[in-house]
């Protein structure tokens, strides 16, 4: 890579693709050379270094495989990568020019990032354990990436602890009342006017509980995070999950 790094947004149409976009011009280093959206040919990616990705979950396996064909670094912040994706792209990376680099991060907010350790940090402590994530009403799935990677590291905790299941008795829910599963543990979804990006995280013990929470009011609150992965993604080749590993966390 030359002095700066030039960067291409795909989705840069979009909540979080115009703010980076934004962040991107105003960074130290950093070139924005190129916008793409939903329709556009992404051809030579703009002669972009690093790619930041954000645009919806069907859409972002083929833009990210785009970029590693062309050995073109990737920072991802659209959800839906669960393993099975995950086990595609490490294929197809080991096919890409050496050196190449993705990111794939499930929640690009510092407060967000501990959180999640935190809350695998507690999980084998606790019997019960369940997570609620609060989102604006104009998001697409569910739940949300972050709720899953969430319950993905509390799940394994709990099982390398050698708990068993969370006690729950309920036996009749004709209407999905006690929420999905994810990894064993129950995730509930809310979606409300006026919120941006919440989670809770509720551990219960014999006359105690846990409440871990993180609020992101603002998508100013990702921005760090995204730049940070833009600046240091070409020193990690291979498919990396969570910007945690870039903080030494
Ligand atoms: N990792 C993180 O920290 C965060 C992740 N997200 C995730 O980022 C994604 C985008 O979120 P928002 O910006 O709120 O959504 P949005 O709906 O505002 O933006 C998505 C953009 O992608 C575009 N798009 C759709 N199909 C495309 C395609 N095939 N190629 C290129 N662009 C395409 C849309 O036209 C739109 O402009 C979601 O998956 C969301 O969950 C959102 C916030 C933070
Ligand atoms: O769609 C959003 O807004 C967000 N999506 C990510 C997720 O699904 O976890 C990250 C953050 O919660 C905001």
């Known amino acids: 890579m030359s002095d700066m790094i030039k960067v291409s947004v795909i989705g840069a149409s979009g909540r979080m693709g115009s703010t980076v976009c934004d962040a991107v011009e105003a960074a130290t280093g950093l070139e924005l050379v190129g916008r ?34 062309r050995g073109v670094h990737c920072v991802v912040g659209t959800t839906g990568w669960r393993e099975e ?4 792209l490490r294929a197809q990376i080991e096919k ?53 990677r969430t319950a993905d590291l509390i799940g394994a905790a709990r099982e390398e602890a050698g708990l068993g299941p969370i006690p729950d008795a309920t036996e009749h829910d004709p209407d999905g009342a006690r929420g999905a599963r994810v990894h064993g543990v129950p995730v509930h979804s809310v979606r409300l006017r006026g919120l941006v990006a919440h989670q809770e995280v509720l551990l219960g013990g014999e006359g105690e509980m846990l409440t871990i929470r993180h609020d992101s009011f603002d998508r100013a ?29």
């Open 85 to 88: 994706r995950l086990a595609r």
């Open 36 to 69: 793409f959206d939903q329709g556009d040919d992404l051809g030579d990616l703009a002669g972009a270094d690093v790619v930041v990705e954000f645009s919806v979950p069907d859409a972002s396996p083929a833009n990210v495989a785009h970029c590693v064909e």
């Open 96 to 148: 890409a020019p050496e050196g190449t680099g993705v990111l794939i991060a499930p929640n690009f907010a510092i407060g967000a990032i501990l959180m999640m350790s935190f809350a695998a940090q507690a999980a084998r402590f606790y019997e019960s354990v369940e997570v609620v994530e609060l989102h604006h009403p104009r998001k697409v799935d569910a739940p949300s990436g972050t709720a899953a």
């Open 221 to 249: 609150s990702f921005m760090p995070g995204v730049i940070e992965g833009v600046r240091r993604v070409g020193e990690h080749p291979g498919v990396t999950v969570g910007l945690e590993h870039y903080l030494g966390l």
